[in-house]
């Protein structure tokens, strides 16, 4: 007897469905399910279940392990909710229910839709119902769609992910914020990208430095990634790095549907043309600027059909240069190919593509690669020669020559968007043909599928050419800030003397070399027409070469080939000896000849290097260098310690003396976070530190005074004191200034850095104002605490005056002192009129309080006298004293008639009251 079959009751749930309550929730289904089962004396249950996939497709897990025991006979009937919960795709979920199931002999029941196999005349409405369940789908999808592109159409992002390079705020979910750190990085990658570093080399690059990859960094920070499959997370890819290079979001811009969902069932994506995409300028914080991502992405575009081992471009020029008959890229040959990795041009040259292919009907076009150089550097020159002698001339020229153009589409583009516009129709008939025909099974499925994705490839091809021919026309003048990018490139490299290969990707669009003329001569002539970046095209007025000019420069270029034949004899010499020393091994008579060659070297080599040597010795420069050398490296030896002496009188030591210092204060924080993390966790840890801490603090203060005593009769002690407390104010100084940018970047830090300040605070007013409290009562019999009191009241009185002649200072040019110093005036009047106010109070019954009220009124009285006697005389020379005193006189007249109009009033009362 064989094993029982089950019953297998299946359950699902995607995001969609979680919406419309708990009815639908896997458990209910689970329990909904196992009752119906029971009732019907279902046997053997088990379930299978997909929690949050979509019911348009079938690639569930829960599913294919049901179809694998399906397939294997091993079920006997399985059960569903309802049909919406087997799946939304009718075709398959007609495939299933009508063809497999019944013939692997499986029952199939929804229970709500009265649906069950055994009963097939029940099951006529079946068909109908997975089409409404499709639809349903189908315009959720579709709303969902909508709901999306109404967002992205106005600016809002859709998708979690974030470039590389920004993060997003938890208050400001849109809005994308620079990562430094990130950032970093994505400077790099278009750093190297704009010199011309290949992809690879870019990738291996950052391999080697142990720079995490995107998801790796993202998981580091502890933020959402959907890529968790790596293996290795330094390994930089093509891909990824041209993915950063791509993305437009690195210059400031917001870029949204990139990708579009064509069939709401297979879920595939295809990437947007360039009219479907959303783009909105300068929302965010640039990491790059376009000059730099146009130049990178320009190399980009290169793609030179061959490449060396070491992934670096054949020539400098490959991508470059373009045909002018035809149009096709010109291919770059090296004849000695033996030495292509080496600075050796002989007879390397660009020669047309097509030519070479000997399928086209095109001329070779040959030109040397060295002669094309040149041709390019004179153009660059001339032309920065002529911008920079008058920026006006070139920018009218400029205009008359864009403007002599007609950017507009030939007649043979028109006819080939025409044809590529009924190509496309064709393939459209094409495929839905044999998409019937599979669907009618007259066609093998391997096959139709085959056809059709060669047609879709196709497709693809000729919707990316209909797009480019039907771009808009280029404007016919340039644009500003074209020009104003081309302007600053000139002043940038105004005195250009050889070209280099980021002069030359910032300067050169493309190059279109002509056939050459003037027979097989060394003077025949070639037409060359360089194309610059933001103005294409341009020639100087007068720059056309004369033959004399040019047969000059011939003979130039002709001596230069001599010279480089003469290093190539130099490399042929060397190649000789490298063969005579393998010979050598094997031959007596070439090891006698090879022994012969090398002494013969030797004997000239001591003497080229006691030349040198006599040469370096008698220049002070290479003496200087090289006891500098051996000072550095003693001055990286000795200690720190020892360092801060030498710092004080040689600059050298007090630059490393600094790195040095900022390396042990690194290494002492994190030593102290370590210890404060153990402290946390082991409480006798913790005491012993507290311990000697206040060891450390007691014998620091125990010398610190020790050396105060010294100081006060011994000059070396007290300059040493000096010395230190200029270290300590200067370290002070370096920490408050790191607690104060920490604190501008943490809030928690910065409110807990201010409450400590005034627990600090705090404590030493307390622990100040108890010692003077105790001091004054001990002044009261010991001569010593008197003096020590009088010597604490002299020195903040010499305090008080130092702050308020500073305050004063500053006041003249600061708004804030100013107010501060008015502020504190204020203050002091208030309180000095409080105090003469309880003075005469207690005056009338107190003697004591009456001396000292005359003393002070006596004390005032002179003080004012001595002000105007200093006034008069300073306004003998000086107007504004003058003008003071002026003010000052007015004041007192104004002050002496309200005292007498005051007491002529006191006194008219005082007769009325006696009358």
């Given amino acids: 007897m064989g094993r029982e079959k089950i019953t297998a009751l299946y359950e699902r749930l995607s995001r969609d469905d979680e919406l419309q309550g708990e009815s639908n929730s896997i458990l209910n289904q689970k329990k909904y399910l196992e009752d119906y089962a029971r009732s019907k004396g279902l046997r053997n249950i088990r379930h299978f279940t997909d929690d949050g996939y979509s019911g348009t497709n079938f690639n569930r897990p829960g599913f294919a392990a049901l179809l694998e025991e399906v397939k294997a006979g091993n079920v006997a009937v399985i059960c569903v909710k309802d049909m919406s919960r087997f799946g939304r795709n009718y075709l398959q979920v007609g495939y299933y229910t009508e063809i497999l199931f019944p013939d692997k002999g499986v029952r199939f029941i929804a229970v709500n839709n009265n649906i069950d196999s055994n009963n097939p005349m029940d099951n006529e409405f079946t068909p109908f119902l997975n089409i409404m369940n499709e639809w349903y789908a189908k315009d959720t999808s579709k709303k969902i769609k909508a709901v999306f592109r109404n967002r992205m159409e106005q600016g809002l992002r859709c998708s979690g992910s974030v470039p590389y390079g920004y993060m997003l705020k938890p208050d400001d979910k849109q809005t994308l914020y620079v990562d430094p750190e990130a950032a970093e990085v994505v400077k790099r ?170 399928y086209n009907d095109c001329t070779t076009h040959f030109i040397k690669a060295s002669a094309l150089e040149e041709i390019i550097l004179k153009a660059v020159q001339t032309v920065a020669e002529h911008v920079l002698s008058d920026e006006a001339a070139f920018l009218e020229e400029l205009r008359v020559q864009w403007d002599s153009k007609q950017d507009q589409v030939s007649d043979e583009e028109k006819k080939e968007l025409a044809a590529a516009r009924k190509r496309f129709r064709e393939l459209d008939n094409l495929i839905q043909s044999l998409y019937e025909s599979k669907v009618r099974g007259s066609i093998p499925d391997r096959q139709a599928e085959r056809l059709i994705t060669q047609y879709d490839e196709e497709q693809a091809k000729l919707e990316a050419r209909i797009a480019e021919l039907k771009q808009p026309e280029a404007p016919s003048s340039p644009k500003k800030a074209d020009i104003a990018r081309f302007m600053e490139l000139i002043r940038k490299y105004r005195n250009i003397t050889e070209l280099t290969d980021i002069m030359l990707y910032e300067f050169i669009e ?34 056309v070469q004369t033959e004399e000019e040019f047969r000059a420069e011939v003979d130039a270029r002709e001596r230069e080939l001599k010279h480089q034949q003469s290093i190539r004899s130099e490399e042929n010499r060397k190649k000789r000896y490298a063969e005579l020393k393998e010979r050598a091994k094997t031959d007596p008579e070439a090891a006698a000849e090879y022994e012969a060659v090398l002494e013969k070297q030797r004997k000239q080599n001591h003497k080229d290097q006691a030349k040198k040597k006599a040469i370096r010795e008698s220049d002070p420069e290479y003496i200087a260098a090289k006891e500098a050398k051996a000072h550095t490296a003693m001055l990286k030896r000795i200690t720190i310690a020892e360092l801060a002496v030498l710092a004080e009188s040689d600059p050298e030591a007090a630059k490393i003396l600094e790195k040095r210092r900022a390396y042990a204060a690194a290494k002492n924080r994190i030593n102290a976070e370590r210890r404060k993390q153990k402290a946390a966790q082991d409480p006798a840890f913790a005491a012993h530190i507290k311990e000697k801490q206040q060891e450390y603090a007691e014998n620091k203060r125990q010398r610190n005074k020790r050396l105060k005593e010294a100081a006060a009769t011994d000059p070396e002690a007290a300059a040493k004191l000096a010395k230190q407390s200029e270290r300590d104010r200067e370290k002070q100084k370096r920490c408050d200034q790191r607690q104060a940018e920490r604190a501008k970047a943490d809030p928690e830090f910065a409110a807990e850095l201010e409450a400590r300040k005034k627990e600090h605070s705090r404590r030493h007013t307390d622990k100040r104002k108890a010692y003077l409290a105790d001091l004054k009562k001990r002044a009261e019999t010991d001569p010593a605490a008197a003096k020590e009191l009088a010597a604490i009241r002299a020195y903040h009185a010499e305090a008080t005056k130092k702050s308020r002649n500073k305050l004063y200072e500053s006041a003249k040019t600061d708004p804030e002192a100013a107010a501060k110093l008015t502020q504190r005036k204020e203050h002091r009047n208030e309180h000095q009129r409080l105090a003469r106010a309880d003075l005469i109070s207690l005056a009338e019954t107190d003697p004591e309080a009456a001396g000292k009220l005359a003393a002070l009124r006596a004390k005032e009285l002179e003080t004012s006298q001595r002000y105007i006697s200093n006034l008069k005389e300073a306004a003998k020379t000086d107007p504004e004293a003058a003008a003071k005193l002026e003010a000052h006189r007015e004041y007192n007249r104004q002050y002496l008639k309200e005292y007498h109009e005051k007491k002529r009033i006191a006194e008219k009362e005082a007769q009325n009251v006696s009358a």
């Fill in 189 to 358: 990658i278009f750093a190297m990208a704009a010199v011309g570093t290949p992809l690879r080399t870019i990738a291996e690059t950052l391999q080697a430095d142990k720079v995490l990859i995107p998801s790796a960094y993202l998981e580091k920070k502890g933020m959402a990634s959907r890529h968790h499959d790596y293996h290795d997370p330094y390994l930089w890819t093509n891909a990824s790095v041209g993915y950063i290079l791509d993305r437009q979001e690195y210059l400031g811009h917001t870029v949204l549907g990139k990708t579009i969902s064509e069939n709401f069932k297979t879920k595939k994506r295809r990437k947007a043309r360039p009219d479907e995409l959303l783009f909105f300028p300068d929302t965010h914080e640039a990491i790059v600027d376009q000059a730099t991502w146009d130049l990178a992405n320009k190399h980009r575009k290169r793609k030179p059909r061959n490449l060396h081992s070491n992934g670096k471009l054949t020539h400098r020029l490959s991508g470059l240069v373009f045909c002018a008959d035809c149009g096709a890229r010109m291919s770059y040959a090296a004849p000695e190919s033996a030495h292509s990795d080496k600075d050796y041009d002989s007879f390397s040259n660009f020669q047309c593509s097509n030519y070479r292919s000997r």
């Fill in 510 to 543: 493309k190059v279109e070399v002509h056939e050459h003329t003037g027979g097989r001569t060394k003077y025949r002539r070639q037409q060359v027409d360089v194309y610059f970046n933001f103005i294409g095209h341009y020639l100087p007025p007068g720059t």
